[in-house]
C-alpha cells in the first residue's frame, strides 16, 4: 500500500489541507519520500497521526482515537480525514474517517464502517496488509528485559502498537538487545546480516555493531575505546541504535516469511526524524532509509535544515500559517543541490536572515543612524560599538541572500568610516614634506609612526 493523497478538513488546527502524493514520472507515479518543515503548532504531527487514525482499521482505531473532540477543529462540530490509497496490483482505495463531536467511539465506527470495512477486509486476510508503522517525536530506549514491552494495555491490536508512540509520549520502544538475539536465533546467520547491515550503514565516527553476547544479553560494538555493550555508547548512540532497531523488529516481525523483509511495501512515519542525530547522522538520513528500505514511502516531519538539504526536487515541503489559516508549501527546485543557507533563506523555513540576532540587531542599530539625513554627534558616538562589530563580521559576498544591496553600502560606509579614525591617529601632528622626484612631481615622504 502506498499514500496517492489526503486531505484534512477541520483537522486539529487544519481547516482544509490537502497533500497529493503523485509524481509526473510514470515509471514512479507515487513519491517515496515527503519531508514536512514548519514552525511548531502548524501540525506536522497532527498531519501523520492523520495518515494513522485513516490506515488503522477498525482494531487500531478504537485503541488510538482517544477523546474524540479532542481531533475537531476548535469551533468545528465535525473533522474529516479522506485519503486515496493505493494496492500493490495498482487498484485505488478511497478512504473516508469522519468524527463527529459529541458521538462515542462505537456510534464513530459506525458511521465509518464503509471504509473500516476496506482496511478491516484487507486486514483479515493478512496482518501486514496495508502496513503502516510511526514514530512519534519521543522516542524512548526499552532497558527492559521483555521484548514486547513497548505493548500497553492501552494498544492492544497489532496496527495500533506498530505506531503506538505517535500517540504516547509515554511508550517505549522494542529492546534491541532482545530483538537481536531473537532474530539472530530464528534466522541464524540471515539475521546478524541484516543486524550489521543496518545498523552500521547508519553508525559514524569509527562506531560499528559487532555481536551478541547472549550470556549477558546485550549488544557490542567497536568503538574508538575499544569493544564496549549497547549499554556504554552514549544518549545519542543507544537512541539511533534503539528506533532503528525498532522500525527493524517491525518490519521483521510483519514479514517473516520474506528472504529480505527490509525489501517488503509499506508506510513508514516519523516525527521529527532528526530527533537526537548529530549533523552528520541528519545527513545519512535520506540516503539509509531509500537504501535500507527501498520500497516504503517515509512521510516524516523535521526542523532541520541539514535533513531538507538531503531531499530530491518535489521531496520538501512546508506548513506555514497565513491569515490565519495552514496552508501548504511546497519548495521550488532541488534541495539536494542547493547550499545550507540557502535553504535557510528559503521561503519553506520564513527566515529573514541567516544571521546571529545579535549581528543583526547591530545592523539596524548603525542602519536607523546611517540612513538619517543629518544624525547628530551623539546619535553617531552610540552606534560606534555597533560599528566595530560589524567591521569583523564576515560577509559572503558570493550569497544572493544574505545582503542586500543597501546592506553592502552600510557596512562599505562603516569599514570606510573606521579605516579614516585608524589612519588619522597613526598620522602625526606634523605636516608631511613634500620632495620633488627625479621627474620633477612632487610627492610625500615617508610618514613614520
Known amino acids: 500500500m502506498f499514500l496517492k493523497e489526503i486531505t484534512l478538513q477541520n483537522f486539529k488546527c487544519h481547516g482544509d489541507l490537502k497533500l497529493s502524493f503523485t509524481t509526473d514520472d510514470k515509471r514512479k507515479p507515487i513519491r517515496k519520500t515527503t519531508f514536512m518543515l514548519g514552525q511548531n503548532g502548524t501540525g506536522k504531527s497532527a498531519l501523520l497521526k492523520a495518515i494513522a487514525l485513516i490506515t488503522s482499521g477498525s482494531n487500531g482505531?478504537?485503541?488510538?482515537?482517544?477523546?474524540?473532540?479532542?481531533?475537531?477543529?476548535?469551533?468545528?462540530?465535525?473533522?474529516?480525514?479522506?485519503?486515496?490509497?493505493?494496492?500493490?496490483?495498482g487498484k485505488e482505495r478511497n478512504i473516508k474517517l469522519r468524527i463527529t463531536g459529541g458521538h462515542s467511539l462505537?456510534?464513530?465506527?459506525?458511521?465509518?464502517?464503509?471504509?473500516?470495512?476496506?482496511?478491516?477486509?484487507?486486514?483479515?486476510?493478512?496482518?501486514r496488509n496495508y502496513f503502516v508503522v510511526g514514530y512519534g517525536a519521543s522516542r524512548r530506549l526499552n532497558r527492559g528485559e521483555d521484548i514486547f514491552q513497548k505493548s500497553s494495555s492501552r494498544f492492544t491490536s497489532p496496527r495500533s502498537v506498530n505506531i503506538q508512540s505517535l500517540f504516547d509520549p509515554g511508550s517505549s520502544l522494542v529492546s534491541l538487545a532482545n530483538w537481536a538475539m531473537e532474530l539472530?536465533?530464528?534466522?541464524?546467520?540471515?539475521?546478524?546480516?541484516?543486524?550489521?547491515?543496518?545498523?552500521?550503514?547508519?553508525?559514524?565516527?569509527?562506531?560499528?555493531?559487532?555481536?551478541?553476547?547472549?550470556?549477558?544479553?546485550?549488544?557490542?560494538?567497536?568503538?574508538?575505546?575499544?569493544?564496549?555493550?549497547?549499554e556504554h555508547l552514549s544518549d545519542g548512540y543507544q537512541n539511533v541504535t534503539a528506533w532503528v532497531g525498532d522500525l527493524m523488529?517491525?518490519?521483521?516481525?510483519?514479514?517473516?516469511?520474506?528472504?529480505?523483509?527490509?525489501?517488503a511495501r509499506g508506510v513508514l512515519l516519523i516525527d521529527e526524524i532528526d530527533l537526537h542525530l548529530h549533523p552528520k547522522w541528519q545527513r545519512l538520513l535520506h540516503k539509509f532509509l531509500?537504501?535500507?528500505?527501498?520500497?516504503?514511502?517515509?512521510?516524516?516531519?523535521?526542523?532541520?535544515?541539514?535533513?531538507?538539504?538531503?531531499?530530491?526536487?518535489?521531496?520538501?515541503?512546508?506548513?506555514?500559517?497565513?491569515?490565519?489559516?495552514?496552508?501548504?508549501?511546497?519548495?521550488?527546485?532541488?534541495?539536494?543541490?542547493?547550499?545550507?543557507?540557502?535553504?535557510?533563506?528559503?521561503p519553506v523555513f520564513g527566515l529573514?536572515?541567516?544571521?546571529?540576532?545579535?549581528?543583526?540587531?547591530?545592523?539596524?542599530?548603525?542602519?536607523?543612524?546611517?540612513?538619517?539625513?543629518?544624525?547628530t554627534a551623539g546619535e553617531i558616538k552610540?552606534?560606534?560599538?555597533?560599528?566595530?562589530?560589524?567591521?569583523?563580521?564576515?560577509?559572503?559576498?558570493?550569497?544572493?541572500?544574505?545582503?542586500?544591496?543597501?546592506?553592502?553600502?552600510?557596512?562599505?560606509?562603516?569599514?570606510?568610516?573606521?579605516?579614516?579614525?585608524?589612519?588619522?591617529?597613526?598620522?602625526?601632528?606634523?605636516?608631511?614634506?613634500?620632495?620633488?622626484?627625479?621627474?620633477?612631481?612632487?610627492?610625500?615622504?615617508?610618514?613614520?609612526?
Open 61 to 89: 482505531l478504537s485503541d488510538i482515537i482517544g477523546e474524540p473532540e479532542g481531533w475537531i477543529k476548535n469551533g468545528k462540530s465535525y473533522c474529516e480525514i479522506t485519503s486515496i490509497i493505493t494496492t500493490e496490483d
Open 106 to 127: 462505537r456510534e464513530i465506527i459506525f458511521e465509518n464502517r464503509n471504509s473500516l470495512e476496506l482496511i478491516d477486509d484487507a486486514i483479515k486476510k493478512a496482518d
Open 184 to 230: 539472530d536465533y530464528s534466522r541464524q546467520k540471515g539475521g546478524m546480516g541484516i543486524i550489521k547491515n543496518a545498523l552500521n550503514q547508519f553508525l559514524v565516527d569509527n562506531v560499528e555493531f559487532k555481536s551478541i553476547d547472549k550470556k549477558k544479553k546485550t549488544l557490542i560494538f567497536s568503538t574508538p575505546d575499544g569493544e564496549v555493550p549497547l
Open 249 to 263: 523488529y517491525n518490519i521483521t516481525n510483519t514479514f517473516k516469511d520474506y528472504k529480505d523483509p527490509m525489501k
Open 290 to 346: 531509500k537504501e535500507q528500505l527501498p520500497n516504503f514511502q517515509v512521510i516524516a516531519t523535521t526542523h532541520s535544515p541539514l535533513t531538507a538539504q538531503q531531499a530530491e526536487e518535489g521531496e520538501l515541503y512546508a506548513l506555514k500559517r497565513e491569515n490565519k489559516k495552514v496552508v501548504l508549501v511546497p519548495f521550488v527546485g532541488c534541495p539536494s543541490q542547493m547550499l545550507i543557507h540557502q535553504i535557510l533563506m528559503s
Open 352 to 375: 529573514e536572515t541567516d544571521e546571529s540576532v545579535k549581528v543583526e540587531t547591530a545592523k539596524e542599530k548603525v542602519r536607523e543612524v546611517r540612513l538619517k539625513e543629518k544624525p
Open 382 to 449: 552610540s552606534i560606534e560599538p555597533y560599528e566595530k562589530l560589524l567591521s569583523t563580521t564576515p560577509i559572503n559576498v558570493r550569497s544572493n541572500s544574505l545582503l542586500g544591496e543597501g546592506d553592502f553600502k552600510l557596512l562599505s560606509t562603516i569599514n570606510k568610516e573606521l579605516s579614516t579614525r585608524k589612519n588619522r591617529t597613526n598620522i602625526s601632528a606634523k605636516k608631511p614634506s613634500l620632495k620633488k622626484s627625479a621627474s620633477g612631481q612632487a610627492k610625500k615622504s615617508t610618514v613614520k609612526k
